[in-house]
Every structure is written in C-alpha cells, then in structure tokens.
C-alpha cells in the first residue's frame, strides 16, 4: 500500500508563503504525474498544479505568479510553493500521484491525507 504524506499547512497572513511537501511512503517503481489538489468549505475539490515525472507543469489560472510545483523523483517528492498568499486560497490541499508498483503493469491513483492551510489576518 503506497502512503503520500504531507506536511507544512498552517495558518498565514495574507501575502505570506508556505511551502507544502509530499512524499511517498515506499519504495515505488515509477511515480508519473503529481499534483495537488484542494477543497474549500462548500467548495469542490479543484486542481491546483501538477507536474510530469520530466518536471512538465501545469496551474489553475488563480494561482499563476504565485505557486510553484516542483519534484524531486529520487525522493518520490512533490512540493507547493504558494507565495503571496490570499484569504481565498484557504482551503484543505490534498497530494496526488499516479503509481505504478513493482509486479504491475497499470498505474493507479493515490491520494494524501490533506492538510489544512488557512490563510487569515
């Protein structure tokens, strides 16, 4: 069983920076796209950025200028830059990653556990 585990969410004013991780908790044979992903209260889970096992990326409009994703595929981790950060970008940020195990053939999504970042004077 693969486990993404994330890490840095918090409570931030607005124009401030976090920086989100995610890793994966074994020792996988090939991680293709990894992204994140988040939900607000009331809201349905959106696409915030992802990127390609060779650093493709790829943003929600709403964040461009201000988010970074990037990789490092030897540690099977992904990072969210989220720089000048807004009230509205207050949400739970899940991590996704599409997997393939050693013995298989297909890829399969995974999904972290979220964490919360809050962004509020």
């Known amino acids: 069983q693969v486990q993404l585990v994330e890490s840095g969410g918090g409570l931030v004013q607005p124009v401030g920076s976090l920086r989100l991780s995610c890793t994966a908790s074994r020792n996988i044979v090939t991680i293709n796209v990894m992204g994140w992903y988040r939900q607000a209260p009331g809201k349905q889970r959106e696409l915030v950025a992802t990127i390609t096992r060779d650093y493709s990326t790829d943003m929600v409009d709403s964040v461009k200028g201000r988010f970074a994703i990037s990789r490092d595929n030897a540690e099977n981790t992904v990072y969210l830059q989220m720089n000048s950060l807004k009230p509205e970008d207050t949400a739970i940020y899940y991590c996704?990653?599409?997997?393939?195990?050693?013995?298989?053939?297909?890829?399969?999504?995974?999904w972290g556990q979220g964490t919360q970042v809050t962004v509020s004077s």
């Open positions: 996704h990653a599409d997997v393939r195990l050693s013995g298989t053939s297909n890829y399969d999504a995974y």
